[in-house]
């Protein structure tokens, strides 16, 4: 069973697909570019954190680099 907070998260989640899905209808390069600003701010707001768990195409579209474990 599903708590509240949980049911709270998932509407929201849902409605942010939701609104991807209709901005991507318009200009799927417009996406790609929120999604990556969204990424990039979202990685400085963790310290650097996020990057280590994204793909590295994912990394590099969002110009976040390599993942520390990457690095020399």
């Known amino acids: 069973m599903m708590g ?3 049911a709270a998260t998932e509407d929201d989640a849902a409605e942010l697909i939701a ?3 209709e ?3 318009a200009d799927p390069a417009d996406v790609r570019q929120v999604v990556a600003e969204v990424l990039a701010a ?3 707001a963790a ?3 996020l990057r280590e768990h994204l793909p590295e195409t994912i990394r590099l579209d969002a ?3 390599p993942a520390a474990s990457a690095r020399p």
């Open 47 to 49: 310290g650097g954190a």
């Open 4 to 6: 509240p907070e949980q």
């Open 19 to 21: 609104q991807l899905k």
């Open 42 to 44: 979202l990685d400085r």
């Open 23 to 25: 901005l991507a209808g």
């Open 63 to 65: 110009g976040l680099g």
